[in-house]
Structures are given as structure tokens and as C-alpha cells.
């Protein structure tokens, strides 16, 4: 669509042209192509290129790693990170960790939730912009665009941490819960799915640390979440600092 307005601002002419009422955009591109300065197509193919796109991952690690006990031992919290990023296997470890699918025929996941509504939602903030974990089909669905781990907390590591885990329940989808204890039960499996986050950066030698957020009304706004969707906590993930 951004890509659209940029055509339409550049060459005003282009709005009655009959493409412009067919898909896809390659269509609209190929037909307006013609007409367009080099440069002025080379900026709109760069931003194409540039646009978020879902970002499927690899099969989940599920078996190795550290034994349970040597985990618990050696789970902490960690605020000084690296900027190393985490590759897709790493994410794709990390969230089916966190509140993946561990029993596929009844889609069942690897942190309990209230009358298994799985209200929560993993929200993936990176440097180059902002997914939804889908864990049905192991994928990074796009949200938005650009680095928004800076409004993530308030905190300096926010802004180094190279994974930013949002938690959104959603509240609708408690519809056995009463009305009183919707939140109070999205807290307690905040609680769970983010204990798994732990539990797996210790086994695998990263550092993360769950935290407040502040002001969460951006963050609202720029994911353009619903009235029912409410952010509960964050959890920053990454390679620990070399001291």
C-alpha cells in the first residue's frame, strides 16, 4: 500500500489508470513501469524488497540441551546482552519453548493457560521490525515495520538485547473465565510462558531478563491491538555480554 501512495503522489495522472483496480502490485508496477524515471522505480523495487515478509521457521530443537535440574540451577536474570542477533533456529527453539505446540494432534502447548484458552500472544520485536509467533504454523507473521525495541521498557538493555518477547492476552478468548478473573488468569500464564523463556536460555547459554514496559499506549497503537488484547510484561533474550 505505501508503495501505491508513493505512485500515485509521483504521477497524479496514474489514478484513473484501469491497473490500478487489479492485483497484485506487480501488476500496477509493470504497467506504470513504463512511465516511471529510473530512479523513481528503483526506489519503489527497493522498497519492496525492503518489506516485512513472514519469516517461516525450522523445526524446533526438541531434543538435547541441559537436563532440568542443571536449568533450574542455573536460571537467572540477566540485563547486560550482546548485539549478536539470534538465528532463525535460535528463534525457533526460543518460542516453541516459551508456548509452542507440544502435543500437535490436540494442539496442546508447553505452558499450561486457564481452561487451556491460550490467550497469550508472543509479540517478536527485532531490529528490522516487529512479528507474531504463530505457533500452529511456526511462523514469524510481519506486524510492523522498524526497530521498536527501544519502547519495549524503559531500561538501557531494551535497546541491545536483540529479542524483545512482548506478552498479549487476549482476553477474549477467555470465555469459560468470569469476567473478575480474566486478567488475574492472563497474569499467571504470562507468568508460565515466560519461567519456559528462562528455563531454555539457561540451558542454552543466553541471557534474558522479564520486565515492566512503561508507557504501553505506543505499542498499542502502532500494532493496532484491540480493546481486549492487553500487554502484560516483556522479556528481553540474547547473548550475554563479554566481560
Known amino acids: ?12 495522472a496514474m489514478r484513473a489508470h484501469p491497473c490500478l483496480t487489479m492485483n497484485p502490485l506487480a501488476t500496477v508496477c509493470r504497467r506504470v513501469a513504463p512511465l516511471m524515471p529510473a530512479v523513481l522505480l528503483a526506489v519503489l523495487v527497493s522498497q519492496a524488497a525492503a518489506e516485512l ?4 521457521l525450522p523445526a524446533p530443537h526438541i531434543d538435547g540441551g541441559k537436563p532440568l535440574m542443571q536449568a ?13 542477533a539470534l538465528d532463525l533456529q535460535q528463534l525457533s527453539d526460543l518460542l516453541w519453548a516459551a508456548f509452542g505446540i507440544n502435543r500437535p494432534a490436540i494442539d496442546h502447548r508447553t505452558a499450561p493457560s486457564a481452561m487451556n ?12 521490525g516487529v512479528f507474531l509467533y504463530n505457533a ?3 511462523r514469524l507473521d510481519p506486524i510492523a515495520e522498524g526497530d521498536m525495541r527501544a519502547k519495549t521498557g524503559g531500561q538501557d538493555f531494551v535497546k541491545v538485547a ?9 482476553l477474549a478468548r477467555l470465555v469459560k473465565a468470569k469476567p473478575e ?10 507468568g508460565s510462558i515466560s519461567q519456559n523463556v528462562y528455563l531454555w536460555c539457561a540451558s542454552a547459554g543466553l541471557a534474558t531478563v522479564v520486565h515492566e514496559l512503561g508507557e504501553r499506549q505506543p505499542l498499542v497503537d ?4 484491540r480493546p481486549e488484547q492487553r500487554i502484560t510484561l516483556a522479556q528481553a533474550v540474547g547473548y550475554p555480554a563479554k566481560k
Not at 181 to 190: G, L, Q, S
Open 1 to 12: 500500500m505505501a508503495i501505491l501512495m508513493t505512485i500515485l503522489i509521483a504521477f497524479p
Open 136 to 138: 500452529k504454523e511456526n
Open 162 to 170: 536483540p529479542v524483545a518477547l512482548v506478552f498479549v492476552a487476549d
Open 222 to 225: 502502532a500494532w493496532k491491538l
Open 117 to 128: 484458552s491460550q490467550e497469550i500472544d508472543i509479540y517478536v520485536v527485532l531490529a528490522d
Open 181 to 190: 478473573f480474566k486478567e488475574p488468569y492472563a497474569w499467571a500464564d504470562t
Open 72 to 84: 533450574l540451577a542455573e536460571r537467572q536474570s540477566g540485563r547486560e546482552f550482546s548485539q549478536k
Open 53 to 56: 515478509q513472514p519469516r517461516v
